[in-house]
């Protein structure tokens, strides 16, 4: 693969690390930095349709840390480590456009228990700036379970 070509897929994975932890640092300011005001989602365990706009997202960073993590009020209990890893990423560039597949585990670490929970990432991202002075946004996101017990409890049928 041509350097230029890794240089790009660089510079969207460090916009995806630092969306990501925008979120868990419920940081706002940060998250509206990576993602375009007209972006849009589907998340499979907020709602079965297609979510448009970055203000509901602004909303839920306040809520989403402790939800992802499954607690009643995580953000309280003493000694907590929240963290992500990005499985088998995949960075594919169409010129101003670039998709980033992947599986999301975001593992929780409470007094005397750890929690794990993966689903699968398609996210696109456009570059609203040029190529020397590239500005990689998030302009769509679709998240799909991972069979699992409580994966399938929340489908709907």
């Known amino acids: 693969m041509a350097k230029a070509a890794k240089s790009v897929e660089?510079?969207?994975?460090?916009?995806?690390?630092t969306s990501l932890r925008s979120i868990w640092e419920?940081?706002?300011?940060?998250?509206?930095k990576t993602a375009a005001d007209d972006c849009s989602f589907f998340e499979w365990y907020i709602?079965?349709?297609?979510?448009d706009g970055l203000d509901f997202h602004i909303r839920?960073?306040?809520?989403?840390?402790?939800?992802?993590?499954?607690?009643?009020?995580?953000l309280e209990e003493d000694e907590q480590l929240f963290e992500h890893e990005i499985l088998q990423p995949r960075v594919q560039v169409y010129g101003e456009c670039a998709i980033v597949t992947?599986?999301?585990?975001?593992?929780?670490?409470?007094?005397?228990?750890?929690v794990h929970k993966s689903h699968n990432e398609t996210r696109v991202f456009h570059n609203f700036g040029t190529k020397k002075?590239?500005?990689?946004?998030l302009v769509h996101c679709h998240k799909s379970p991972i069979a699992t017990p409580e994966s399938l409890s929340v489908l709907r049928t």
């Open 102 to 114: 992947f599986t999301l585990m975001v593992r929780a670490v409470f007094p005397g228990k750890i």
């Open 60 to 74: 839920e960073l306040r809520v989403h840390r402790s939800v992802v993590g499954g607690g009643a009020d995580p």
């Open 133 to 137: 002075k590239p500005d990689w946004k």
């Open 47 to 51: 709602s079965p349709q297609r979510i």
């Open 26 to 32: 419920s940081d706002s300011e940060t998250y509206r």
């Open 10 to 17: 660089k510079e969207v994975m460090e916009v995806l690390e």
